[in-house]
């Protein structure tokens, strides 16, 4: 009974001290242990959600930009006017790095993951909140890494790191708890993918796959090298890049090896420059000397072509019929889709530090240490349309941008 009374007391003293409000604490909806791992959570890995309003749909600001800086802060700002509209942050306010975290938006409501736990559900258009959730109270340590707060049929789903690795679901309408599962290894650092039923999710030397309603842990493969690569589908298969030289197809139902291909000699590491598009899988790698953009056949890990670059790819983007992308010296170049070959290319002043944005087909825009960037494609201008406040040149993370247009996500 009194460690039943000591209990409730430092909850409540963590909660007061950690939100405004005093939010509940979620309990997996699913009751069937064999569903889930981790039943007793700890407040490492629990799970506290506070519910402010409704979500609601929302019309987007299309005058505007979101902007989640490097040093971890979500910004809109008004394209015409080049002011701010306002800004969100973590709830602990010595947490200044993003974490390679991306946001959302579906709606009209922003979904946003921050280093230390914390997922803001928010109004694109004033950036109120509609409901705060967070994975533990850890403070000393970096809880979400290079995640995305995607929602597919109504669930958001992130892998923790650090004393916490779980992988969650997470209602999207109030924040709650929908399952969590504990797994094996803390290096968890990159997206998960959902597809059909399923969630995919890798850790270290393992892929493992989960129902994406219920949590029920259904597949676990192991592999030689740790799975330090984003998870892609086509509609039919699985394709995940190890941290080194390899590159699986993998089958959804079993996690059964369709085929592998080998990168050449000398390179590695494709981490998140990975996307598919019409039954083919398109990549970019890493290398010390000589790396290269590749299109495989998605039934067979055919090769059909391969670009080579002087330095490593850092970034890459599907668009129309073009691959655009940018090298890690800074080098910006569109690719045709089918063959591979390189229509354009533009040696930038500003090295990127984000996603690449299109305003329109000769303007394009990134973030970089200097700030927010407009690059005239004709004349090859960089223009600074938002300066970066404060540099730190010790700050490794990525920002990640985003025009607020009437399409798709």
């Avoid at 008004?78 to 010595?94: G, M, Q, R, Y």
């Avoid at 997470?170 to 797994?183: E, P, R, T």
């Avoid at 890990?301 to 983007?317: H, P, Q, R, V």
Wanted: charged share 20%.
């Amino acid at each position: 009974m009194r460690s039943t009374l000591q209990l409730a007391i430092l909850l409540c003293l963590v909660i007061k001290v950690t939100v405004a409000q005093p939010p509940t604490i979620s309990a997996p909806k699913n009751k069937d242990k064999s569903f889930s791992n981790n039943n007793i959570l700890t407040m490492d890995d629990m799970v506290f959600d506070q519910l402010i309003t409704q979500v609601k749909p929302t019309a987007l600001d299309t005058n505007s930009i979101l902007i989640y800086d490097s040093n971890g802060i979500l910004k809109s700002m008004n394209l015409k006017t080049k002011k701010i509209n306002w800004e969100v942050n973590a709830s602990d306010a010595d947490r200044h790095i993003s974490g390679n975290n991306k946001f959302y938006i579906e709606n009209g409501t922003v979904y946003i993951p921050f280093i230390n736990g914390e997922i803001f559900a928010l109004n694109n258009q004033n950036g109120k909140v509609y409901w705060k959730s967070r994975l533990g109270i850890i403070k000393d340590e970096i809880v979400l890494k290079g995640q995305s707060a995607q929602v597919v049929n109504g669930a958001i789903s992130l892998s923790a790191q650090s004393r916490n690795q779980n992988i969650y679901s997470i209602d999207a309408k109030n924040g709650k708890l929908i399952w969590n599962y504990k797994l094996d290894y803390p290096y968890n650092h990159l997206p998960t993918l959902t597809f059909g039923n399923k969630v995919f999710a890798q850790n270290a030397p393992y892929l493992l796959s989960f129902d994406a309603k219920t949590g029920h842990s259904l597949y676990k493969t192991g592999f030689k090298k740790a799975m330090y690569g984003k998870p892609v589908t086509d509609g039919k298969n699985v394709f995940i890049p190890d941290e080194s030289e390899t590159l699986f197809a993998i089958n959804p139902d079993k996690l059964s090896i369709l085929w592998e291909f080998k990168l050449e000699k000398g390179q590695y590491n494709i981490k998140e420059k990975i996307f598919t598009k019409d039954s083919k899988v398109f990549f970019g790698t890493t290398s010390s000397t000589e790396a290269s953009v590749y299109a495989l056949s998605a039934s067979n890990g055919e090769k059909l072509w391969k670009t080579n670059f002087n330095a490593s790819i850092a970034y890459l983007l599907d668009k129309a019929d073009a691959i655009w992308g940018y090298t890690k010296n800074g080098l910006l170049f569109e690719l045709d889709l089918k063959t591979g070959d390189k229509r354009s290319e533009v040696q930038l002043a500003n090295l990127p530090l984000s996603n690449l944005e299109f305003l329109n087909k000769n303007e394009v825009l990134f973030y970089s240490k200097a700030g927010l960037v407009k690059l005239n494609l004709k004349t090859k201008e960089e223009s600074i349309l938002l300066a970066h406040q404060k540099i730190d040149d010790n700050n490794k993370n990525d920002a990640f941008i985003k025009l607020l247009k009437n399409s798709k996500n």
